[in-house]
């Protein structure tokens, strides 16, 4: 980040243009400022000054800062790299989607907010200095970009420690070995890795450790998470400060591979990777001051993989090829990434053109074979290197078939959660999708996580307690309400918030009032953020504190009214006080903000339903299920809602078609069972109610009921 002045600006602003959906931008300059005039926050065209640039290449953003001290990203960027390569121009970071100026994405929205968005990395020590009460930034930063403090911490000590060995070299004695530095980075101190003659692959001389200050430290800016406390300190898991994202549906793929095509984080891929594994640490291929590769090209690869193994033809298999593939183009494929920047994934993965196939997922090899199918590539890696050839991420077909409903995800999930063999980051993740499907089979998976060493895992545990009954569930997570990193006693102070006061132990009750503390004082670290708001107000409302959460639902909404989960749960709020007129207000207010918002309009269409409005309720619910076909539940509604208005074929076509896209759905089934046996057709209700047999095969009074459909159809035994 730097001041927009004539040597740090590289856009073109001699009175340039861009045209981007109708909205007509002007870049110049006057009285010796960066100007650009382009849609503001209510739509019209406005002039605004860039105060400062931000990147230098393969692009450049510029920012323009607001009287209340927010300072706000144009989406609108310059193209730094050479003409020759499709540089020197002005490009739009969404050229393929309008963005409008009602957008949560537009450039003078939240989501494009430097204070919260870009700050903490770009700049060093950095103060937020959100006023909520005004609604007002005072951002300060000790640095502008990134200095030494970013990485290392507060640097007095060593400053004190330089000074005091300049007064005494070179008769003084050694003052102190860590050199007044917070932490040492001395990972890879007295660390050889020596190739095995036999495998070709390099083994660290000495065993990891399971915290990896330099990782964390690095993922404080390349891992996808939110900051919720000031204290960071380098080297201590990044889970202390931050909510650091496992792997999610939005962002990952069912093998982990990144699928957000915005902005990659590195620190998720590289911890699922066989190198992290293994040992491998930042600073073993990046130079961190000079941001240099320790060797050209994929000779950062060969300090660990032998030449005579790894960079021949009998590996690559690719020797008649014009441009024969690397390393990193086979194990590292590239994305781009905001229109222009190249980056590259840091899992160090082996192509799974099989898992193409059948999880639908990318891989490298199709990145270069365009032309040809996921299972020709696959028939040729095995054809090459045999059918066991799978390297270490082998959790797709689990998550897959979590994201897919099948009737056997609860069982790969937990195969995968208990692995210890698997990355942490990976089990956190499956522990979190087993929240949907806990039972008594699968509470011990949970029980094991919650005292692993890994926080990841940990919360990843409390994220699996989420649907455990509360009379149940202190036990449980209470313990972890004293865990040493602050991440994980958040985590637990907002599972058991729904437990009552007295209901909890007397002697573990101070615990919680702690942990409690923290929790809200992490959601008012980002009190300029809706979803901060919404989290808080969901506390309170769970703390029985119904008035507070309102208040802090609406500030979510004054905050971004395109943000309908806060009004979604508003709603709710309103609908547990017997308020659902007003939770219909909130509700169309936030449609109007956000009219495909699908989980809008399923709330209204439930709070039309209980204000007796059943046909105004059913264009609501039919319209969540059209917008958002994929949700199954929405689907479930909508077709509850027709046959209880008496239109029970329009309901069961509803189901049908559902079931083709949710096969393993139990409402689904669960409805097609019943409406079929209240229309008379005890043969269809009988397939359905056996679909449904095979995934709750414990379920008895299923089992009484198709006993007795078989005698209805004659086909018992």
Request: aromatic share 8%.
């Amino acid at each position: 980040m730097q001041h927009a002045t004539d040597k740090t600006v590289l856009g073109n602003f001699n009175d340039a243009s861009f045209d981007y959906f109708g909205v007509h931008s002007r870049f110049f300059r006057k009285d010796g400022k960066f100007l650009v005039e382009t849609d503001g926050p209510d739509g019209k065209l406005g002039v605004f000054e860039v105060k400062y640039a931000f990147g230098v290449d393969p692009l450049q953003q510029y920012l323009v800062e607001f009287p209340d001290g927010r300072i706000q990203a144009l989406s609108l960027a310059w193209d730094s790299r050479p003409s020759a390569k499709g540089g020197q121009r002005w490009f739009h970071l969404s050229p393929n989607e309008e963005i409008r100026h009602d957008d949560i994405l537009h450039w003078t929205k939240p989501n494009q907010n430097w204070n919260f968005m870009c700050a903490e990395c770009h700049s060093t020590g950095v103060a937020k200095n959100y006023d909520a009460s005004a609604d007002r930034f005072a951002t300060t930063s000790a640095e502008i970009s990134v200095g030494c403090e970013a990485c290392h911490g507060q640097g007095s000590r060593h400053a004190a420690w330089a000074r005091d060995r300049q007064s005494w070299w070179p008769f003084g004695k050694q003052q102190d070995s860590s050199k007044g530095l917070l932490v040492r980075f001395d990972e890879r101190r007295n660390v050889a890795w020596p190739i095995d003659a036999q495998t070709g692959n390099a083994r660290r001389s000495l065993a990891p450790a399971t915290l990896r200050k330099e990782v964390e430290t690095c993922g404080l800016c390349h891992a996808r998470r939110a900051a919720f406390h000031a204290d960071w300190m380098p080297g201590q898991w990044l889970s202390q400060t931050h909510a650091v994202e496992a792997l999610t549906r939005t962002t990952y793929h069912a093998d982990g591979q990144l699928r957000d095509v915005e902005e990659p984080y590195n620190y998720t891929p590289f911890k699922q990777g066989k190198m992290f594994a293994a040992g491998v640490t930042c600073s073993d291929c990046h130079e961190p001051h000079s941001a240099k590769l320790r060797a050209s090209g994929e000779g950062v690869c060969l300090q660990c993989h032998a030449s005579d193994k790894y960079a021949e033809a009998g590996h690559r298999r690719h020797a008649s090829a014009d441009a024969a593939p690397t390393c990193i183009s086979c194990h590292m494929p590239a994305r781009t990434y905001m229109v222009v920047d190249i980056r590259h994934d840091h899992a160090f993965r082996v192509p799974r053109p099989d898992q193409s196939v059948t999880l639908g997922t990318p891989n490298a090899c199709n990145d270069c074979h365009r032309d040809k199918p996921a299972q020709w590539a696959a028939e040729a890696v095995e054809q090459w290197f045999g059918p066991g050839r799978k390297g270490l991420q082998n959790y797709g077909a689990a998550f897959h078939a979590a994201r897919t409903d099948a009737a056997d995800a609860a069982a790969l999930l937990g195969v995968i959660a208990a692995d210890k063999n698997a990355p942490a980051v990976v089990r956190a993740g499956a522990l979190s999708e087993l929240a949907s499907r806990i039972s008594p089979a699968n509470i011990a998976t949970a029980r094991a996580a919650l005292a692993d060493p890994d926080p990841m895992m940990r919360i990843g545990a409390l994220d699996m307690l989420e649907n455990v009954p509360a009379n149940q569930i202190w036990p449980l997570a209470s313990p972890l309400l004293a865990d040493p990193v602050r991440g994980v006693r958040i985590r637990a102070a907002a599972l058991l918030a729904s437990v009552p006061a007295a209901s909890q132990p007397p002697s573990e009750r101070a615990r919680f009032d702690q942990a409690a503390k923290e929790f809200i004082a992490a959601q008012r670290a980002n009190a300029e953020r809706p979803e901060a708001r919404t989290s808080l107000a969901n506390f309170l409302a769970r703390r029985g504190l119904s008035d507070d959460a309102e208040t802090e639902y609406k500030a979510a909404l004054k905050l971004s009214p395109q943000y309908a989960t806060a009004a979604i749960n508003l709603a709710d709020l309103y609908r547990q006080r017997g308020r659902d007129t007003d939770g219909e207000t909130v509700l169309r207010a936030a449609l109007l903000a956000s009219p495909r918002d699908a989980g809008a309009h399923h709330a209204l269409g439930l709070t039309l339903s209980r204000l007796k409005r059943p046909d105004d309720a059913l264009a609501e619910l039919r319209k969540a299920a059209e917008l958002e076909p994929d949700q199954a539940r929405y689907a479930y509604v909508h077709a509850v809602a027709l046959n209880s208005g008496g239109r029970r074929d329009e309901a069961m076509a509803v189901l049908k078609d559902a079931l083709k896209r949710h096969p393993h759905d139990r409402d689904i089934l669960s409805a097609l069972v019943s409406f079929s046996r209240t229309a008379g057709d005890a043969g269809a209700a009988l397939g359905y109610a056996e679909q449904l047999a095979v995934l709750t095969p414990e379920d008895r009074n299923l089992a009484a009921l198709i006993g007795e459909l078989k005698r209805q159809t004659g086909k018992a035994n």
